[in-house]
């Protein structure tokens, strides 16, 4: 059966006061809009159809997903003129799925269950029971309980007292026989509270055409809440975070504070990882058995081996920690880090385009920028690679076991060989061959009998 998805996006969100359409505003790093535009990808849909306004050329743009189709709503005269438009985009019979841009956690086997319970043939409403429904559009049924046929939906500006004491109401996403939703939207008036034409006005009309409306609750309300206004981003953003810090917990994960933990992205742990509290993991980040990330550490497309420890305050974005590796505190990995087994980075210590073969150590305040180090290199404080002539930038080689001194500059191209040792203090700008000590500094001078200046006695 064809499946069409519309996505409503077209909306103010007046509420966030921004600059920003509402839909890019983020949720665990990812815009609103493109949590939902992931969802339904997965659900084999013909077409997704995007219905955009405010912001428009900003929203389109954010869209690199293939088969993505936007349409502009101008001016927004409500939800049912928005699905008015996709209207060209639908298929003539099937399915179409009508999904909310700014509803971002909607999983997709919900909606899966809610196309099937439409089925091409019955009009499907997710609904939910909220303790406090102000604002949302009721469900009116014929009578009691879950089994009793839902009549229409009722908006709560134009709902009766007694309607509003309904708790029941409509999530703003359903699924309908695409003939029906054609002849139906061709039907919808806009007199009502506020001058809208309403999308959910098709379900009384539905109940008139003899079309089956069925109502399936969801299960969990965090699928279904929309975001309006920055508190109720937040608010969703720390129920989401809870949520996957519980899933990560009940997989064997020792979070220090689960109300301290920030995920967005993917985080893949193994058995007896240990994360302290202020950590941010983004992109795709795995984290090997027993490895410990201390408090405030900020983790992006990286992966850490097992054993390793990441002490805090440390900042690693697309490298490799290799297994049982000492990181930080204050340490800086940038992307091509690639560190082998029990390598230790001290603190202040910056490695970019770098690999460091298993053992080597470079403890504080150093940076190896575009060098290839040795196994059991010994990295002294303050030593730098100078790895950029203002033009170009070159590869440093430092081979296994060499010491390089406190204070040294490596001007890059420069290869310095195996057990070799550079005196502290040294710029080396020519190779140095295995076994040799390099020394690259000016020569001490000592005056003996020197007395320093004196301050002249106060007139
Ligand atoms: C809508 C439903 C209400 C439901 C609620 C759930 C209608 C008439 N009412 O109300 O029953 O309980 O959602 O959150 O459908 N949009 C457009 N173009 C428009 C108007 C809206 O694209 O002209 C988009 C918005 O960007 C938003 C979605 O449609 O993504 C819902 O619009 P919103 O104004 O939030 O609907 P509600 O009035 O809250
Ligand atoms: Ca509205």
Not at 60 to 68: D, L, R, T
Not at 157 to 170: F, L, N
Not at 174 to 192: K, Q, V
Request: proline fraction near 4%; include cysteine.
């Amino acid at each position: 059966m064809t499946l069409d998805v519309v996505i409503m996006a077209a909306g103010k969100g007046t509420r966030m006061k921004s600059n920003r359409p509402k839909v890019l505003h983020t949720l665990a790093g990812r815009a609103l809009l493109h949590h939902v535009l992931d969802t339904a990808a997965t659900l084999g849909a013909r077409k997704i159809v995007t219905i955009v306004g405010h912001g428009a050329e900003q929203v389109e743009a954010s869209i690199g997903q293939p088969g993505v189709v936007c349409i502009r709503q101008e001016p927004q005269l409500g939800t049912g003129h928005a699905v008015q438009q996709a209207l060209p985009q639908l298929g003539d019979t099937g399915t179409t799925l009508i999904l909310n841009g700014d509803v971002p956690l909607i999983e997709a086997a919900t909606a899966r269950a809610l196309v099937d319970a439409c089925g091409g043939e019955r009009l499907a409403l997710l609904t939910i029971e909220l303790h406090d429904p102000t604002g949302y559009g009721r469900i009116v049924r014929g009578g009691q309980g879950p089994d009793a046929a839902v009549l229409g939906i009722v908006e709560h500006k134009d709902a009766t007292p007694e309607q509003r004491g309904i708790r029941e109401v409509y999530t703003g996403m359903m699924a309908a026989p695409t003939a029906h939703l054609r002849h139906w939207l061709g039907r919808l008036r806009n007199d009502n509270a506020q001058g809208e034409y309403y999308l959910t006005d098709i379900v009384a009309m539905a109940v008139a055409d003899g079309v089956p409306v069925v109502a399936s609750q969801a299960k969990d309300e965090l699928e279904v809440l929309g975001v309006n206004s920055p508190l109720q981003l937040a608010d969703l953003e720390r129920r989401y975070q809870r949520r996957e810090a519980e899933r990560l917990m009940e997989a064997g994960v020792r979070l220090a504070d689960p109300a301290r933990f920030d995920q967005r992205g993917t985080l893949q742990c193994g058995s007896d990882v240990e994360i302290d509290i202020g950590c941010i993991f983004e992109g795709t980040v795995q984290i090997g058995d027993g490895a410990r990330i201390g408090a405030h550490c900020v983790l992006r497309d990286a992966v850490i081996a097992a054993g390793a420890v990441v002490h805090p305050f440390t900042h690693i974005d697309g490298a490799q920690v290799g297994a049982g590796a000492l990181i930080g505190p204050f340490a800086r990995l940038r992307p091509g880090a690639v560190l082998g087994a029990e390598v230790h980075i001290g603190n202040f210590v910056e490695v970019k385009n770098s690999t460091l073969a298993d053992g080597a150590k470079a403890n504080h305040l150093a940076y190896l920028g575009d060098a290839t180090v040795g196994e059991r290199v010994n990295y002294g404080a303050g030593s730098i690679t100078a790895n950029y002539d203002g033009a170009n930038k070159h590869r440093t080689v430092i081979e296994a076991d060499v010491h390089v001194g406190s204070n040294c500059v490596l001007v890059a191209p420069v290869t310095i060989g195996a057990g070799a040792t550079i005196g502290g203090g040294s710029t080396i700008t020519r190779d140095v061959a295995p076994g040799q000590l390099a020394v690259g500094r000016g020569k001490q001078a000592v005056i003996s009998g020197w007395s320093r200046p004196k301050k002249a006695p106060k007139a």
